[in-house]
């Protein structure tokens, strides 16, 4: 029985996810069928090429004959249009042809930055995902967001641009540190709140084995790559359901702005964003239980050193969210556990008590 992931957007577009632990055959059988032996561009984390140098090299060399290798700095500050613009000119430089691949390899920074030159370059060249974290493999390296940071706010520039196909090799996350796996584990936690509650108890049970060699994380990150999946498919450009992703991000890509971009990663932000939108959500009315929180909050406090104490700061960093319309900001709640829906803000009083009460649970 194949554990693969099919995705359809469009009538012209399908791509494959992989999850599983070691995807050398996989990775080398789908590119044999698709793409010249010449060159293939690899855009890879620094910290993941320095980790995982002779797996990366003899699994792509495998089939392709020259590896023109990019290596980006770690962090949120990768995502820039500076960066991106070195990682063009660096790939036009060496020469590339529309059929040439570029395999994005590291996590959602990457991902997102390489994703954007993919698209930029040449108005498309092929594109595969190889993510190293539990936030990419689960998030991130799925549906075809690409996007760089902007002073302004967090991913205002970029594209929808999907991959050919998206390897999740979990040995990856062999080396991964402590607070990657928290800040991936914000993400499925996001899953079980908008689709698939179940998820909060699995994924309580594995809190404190973050290890690779554990068969029930494959499961738990096959699962939530279906249910991004499943998303994804209803609704390719963000029209609608596809919407419900962003649970938690609005209140989330504010807290990482007004904290400093690295500061605070973009899964610690998205938990404590998805306290807000419970606490939102329980002021108006709707029966959610959020001790579903409680086994997961000494992690993230752990994590976050210095939450910002500044609400009316918060509010305004939320107002240049790329989801604003109209100039009123559009907040993902729950009716209940498993049931989002779109609610525009236009009190901004209940907004402010949102934020004063997550602050109170940081601080």
Same mark, same amino acid.
């Given at each position: 029985?194949?554990?693969n992931i099919d ?18 055959? =996989? ?8 793409y010249?032996?010449?060159?293939v561009i ?6 993941v090429? $320095? *980790?995982?140098? @002779?797996?990366?090299e003899?699994?792509?060399?495998r089939y392709f ?6 290596k980006?700095p ?18 036009l430089?060496?020469?590339? $042809? ?6 994005a390899?590291?996590?959602g920074?990457?991902?997102?930055? =390489?994703?954007?030159? =993919?698209?930029?370059v ?7 995902? *190889?993510?190293t974290?539990?936030l990419?493999? /689960?998030?991130?390296?799925i549906g075809?967001?690409?996007?760089l940071?902007?002073? @302004?706010?967090k991913?205002?520039?970029?594209a929808f641009y999907?991959p050919?196909a998206?390897f999740?090799?979990?040995?990856? *996350?062999? @080396?991964?540190?402590?607070?990657e ?5 914000a993400?499925?936690i996001?899953?079980?709140?908008i689709r698939?509650?179940e998820?909060?108890?699995?994924l309580?049970?594995?809190k404190?084995n973050?290890?690779?060699d554990?068969?029930?994380w494959?499961?738990v990150?096959r ?5 991004? @999946?499943?998303? /994804?498919q209803?609704?390719?450009?963000e ?6 992703l962003?649970?938690g991000?609005?209140?989330g ?6 904290a400093?971009?690295g500061?605070?990663?973009h899964?610690?932000?998205v ?20 001790t ?9 406090k752990q994590?976050?050193?210095s939450?910002?104490s ?8 939320m107002k ?6 109209n100039n ?7 009716k209940?556990?498993?049931?989002p829906y ?8 209940k *907004?402010? =008590? ?6 109170d649970?940081?601080?």
């Amino acid at each position: 029985m194949s554990h693969n992931i099919d995705v359809s957007v469009s009538l012209n577009k399908r791509y494959s996810i992989h999850v599983e632990k070691n995807v050398e055959k =996989a990775f080398f059988d789908f590119c044999a069928d698709r793409y010249s032996k010449e060159k293939v561009i690899l855009v890879v984390d620094e910290k993941v090429y $320095e *980790l995982h140098e @002779t797996k990366i090299e003899s699994m792509c060399s495998r089939y392709f004959e020259n590896l023109f290798v990019l290596k980006i700095p770690q962090g949120e500050s990768s995502k820039s249009l500076s960066q991106w613009q070195q990682l063009v000119n660096e790939i036009l430089a060496e020469g590339v $042809e529309r059929n040439t691949p570029l395999v994005a390899i590291g996590g959602g920074v990457t991902g997102d930055l =390489a994703g954007y030159v =993919a698209a930029s370059v040449l108005r498309g060249i092929p594109l595969i995902h *190889l993510p190293t974290t539990l936030l990419a493999m /689960v998030d991130s390296s799925i549906g075809g967001k690409t996007g760089l940071n902007h002073d @302004t706010g967090k991913n205002l520039i970029g594209a929808f641009y999907q991959p050919d196909a998206v390897f999740a090799d979990v040995e990856f *996350l062999e @080396t991964l540190e402590q607070r990657e796996w928290i800040t991936g584990m914000a993400e499925i936690i996001k899953y079980g709140a908008i689709r698939s509650p179940e998820l909060f108890s699995q994924l309580e049970k594995l809190k404190d084995n973050l290890s690779a060699d554990d068969g029930e994380w494959i499961e738990v990150i096959r699962e939530s790559a279906r249910i991004k @999946t499943d998303i /994804v498919q209803e609704d390719t450009l963000e029209a609608g359901k596809r919407a419900h992703l962003n649970f938690g991000h609005t209140f989330g890509h504010a807290l990482e702005r007004v904290a400093g971009y690295g500061s605070i990663s973009h899964g610690e932000a998205v938990f404590a964003g998805m306290i807000a939108a419970t606490y939102f959500s329980k002021e108006l009315g709707h029966p959610i239980d959020d001790t579903v929180f409680t086994p997961f909050m000494s992690l993230y406090k752990q994590q976050i050193q210095s939450f910002p104490s500044q609400p009316d700061k918060l509010i305004e960093a939320m107002k240049t969210d790329k989801k604003v319309k109209n100039n009123i900001i559009q907040l993902v709640l729950l009716k209940e556990w498993g049931s989002p829906y779109i609610k525009p803000c236009t009190d901004l009083s209940k *907004l402010k =008590a949102a934020w004063n009460y997550t602050i109170d649970q940081f601080n």
